[in-house]
Nanobody, 129 residues
Framework: QVQLVESGGGLVQPGGSLRLSCAAK????????IGWFRQAPGKEREGVSC????????YYDDPVEGRFTISRDSAQNTVYLQMNSLKPEDTAVYYC??????????????????????WGQGTQVTVSS
């Protein structure tokens, strides 16, 4: 059974950093793309950052470009999201999702409802003083 297990969320002050991890369990290294999404209260879910397994190409949503960095450890089937210079508007539940069929990183992030095959349970990130 496929499982995506997120960790690393928490409470951080504005300007601080957090590193999220998503461990993919239950399938081999043949996913196509994996990424991070977030949903704040009262808002729609949005794609934050995604990465392709084949060539490592990445996608970043404009609000996080330059502050967040996605990376992957293929040997461990784990994807990370390093979040720096956090702002209160980054507060949300962060989810990890994976696409098994061929898809680009941007496609997964932009149209996850059509491209993502599995989702994690989410981890809360709160940015507040």
């Amino acid at each position: 059974q496929v499982q995506l297990v997120e960790s690393g969320g928490g409470l951080v002050q504005p300007g601080g950093s957090l590193r999220l991890s998503c461990a993919a369990k239950g399938f081999a290294l043949d996913y196509s793309a994996i990424g991070w999404f977030r949903q704040a209260p009262g808002k729609e879910r949005e794609g934050v950052s995604c990465i392709s397994r084949s060539d490592g190409s990445t996608y970043y949503d404009d609000p996080v470009e330059g502050r967040f960095t996605i990376s992957r450890d293929s040997a461990q089937n784990t994807v990370y999201l390093q979040m720096n210079s956090l702002k209160p508007e980054d507060t949300a539940v962060y989810y990890c999702a994976v696409a098994l069929s061929p898809v680009t990183s941007s496609a997964l992030c932009i149209i996850p409802d059509y491209k993502a095959d599995y989702w994690g349970q989410g981890t809360q990130v709160t940015v507040s003083s």
